[in-house]
């Protein structure tokens, strides 16, 4: 799937959103009902119309990871840090074994009555899990709306046992590797817990790739030089937006 059509993704949120806040604030009644029974039918028709938009290629297999990704902007159900839409079902290597993420998100933030937490103001790694001598991240940069993302994807010949299980990027959950996380959170599992934004000494022990902005061939680059993502001018604070409005942590 690669045409997204931004026109029906913006035709369902702005019918959603009216009913989801009449839904969570009114007494259960046959009208309420009605209402949650329209938003399922919503949701169902935006989890479809998700793109599945490149976000890395994996360095011991050489496949192309896509993922359904809202790309239309943060105020989509996909980013819905809660309770986000479930996604469509997607074949993922064996080799993935996590997904996070950070956005250099434009103001005003578009508006959307949940809590969006997309992840720091500017590109990173997570030290634990590269830990590990044989694993690998990939640095993608993804357009979202008016915002510049970057996603950020790691892999493995196998999945560690020494690692805790990463909540995917933007998510209070993971229901890839544990699909009972739909009501639980995990509170260690904060992006921030061991986020490093200094990526040169990741890049020069091969340890980071990245995929230069725009490359539709998603070419797998290694080391520094011509590296764009190196002292980026952004917030690394930590982002929380509810209703437009952001709060940097």
């Known amino acids: ?10 035709e369902l949120l702005d019918e959603g959103f009216p009913l989801e806040v009449y839904y969570r604030q009114t007494p259960y009644s046959p009208e309420t009902r009605a209402a949650f029974n329209r938003i399922s039918d919503l949701h169902q028709e935006y989890r479809q119309l998700l793109p599945e938009t490149v976000i890395a290629r994996c360095p011991m297999t050489d496949r192309i990871v896509r993922w359904p990704l809202d790309t239309g902007g943060l105020d989509g159900w996909y980013w819905e840090y809660n309770n986000p839409v ?7 290597p064996a080799t993935w074994i996590a997904l996070k993420g950070a956005v250099r998100v434009a103001e005003p933030a578009a508006i959307a009555p949940f809590d969006c937490r997309p992840g720091p103001g500017a590109p990173f790694v997570s030290a634990h899990l590269l830990a590990p001598p044989e694993t690998r991240a990939v ?6 709306g008016t915002d510049i993302s970057w996603a950020i994807t790691y892999f493995a010949p196998k999945r560690p046992k020494d690692i805790s299980l ?7 959950r993971n229901p890839i590797f544990d699909p009972t996380s739909l009501d639980r959170e ?13 990526l040169l000494p990741w890049l020069d022990a091969g340890k980071l790739l990245w ?7 998603a070419t797998l680059r290694t080391g520094a030089a011509d590296c764009p993502y190196l002292d980026l001018d952004v917030d690394r604070r930590a982002q929380y937006i509810y209703n437009g409005e952001i709060t940097r942590y």
């Open 1 to 10: 799937m690669s045409d997204f059509d931004l026109v029906r993704r913006r």
């Open 86 to 92: 479930q996604r469509r079902p997607i074949g993922l």
């Open 139 to 144: 640095l993608a940069q993804i357009p979202i």
């Open 166 to 172: 990463e909540d995917i990027w933007g998510q209070c």
């Open 186 to 198: 995990y509170a260690d599992q904060m992006p921030s817990r061991s986020a490093d934004f200094e």
């Open 211 to 217: 995929i230069a902005p725009g490359d539709h061939t």
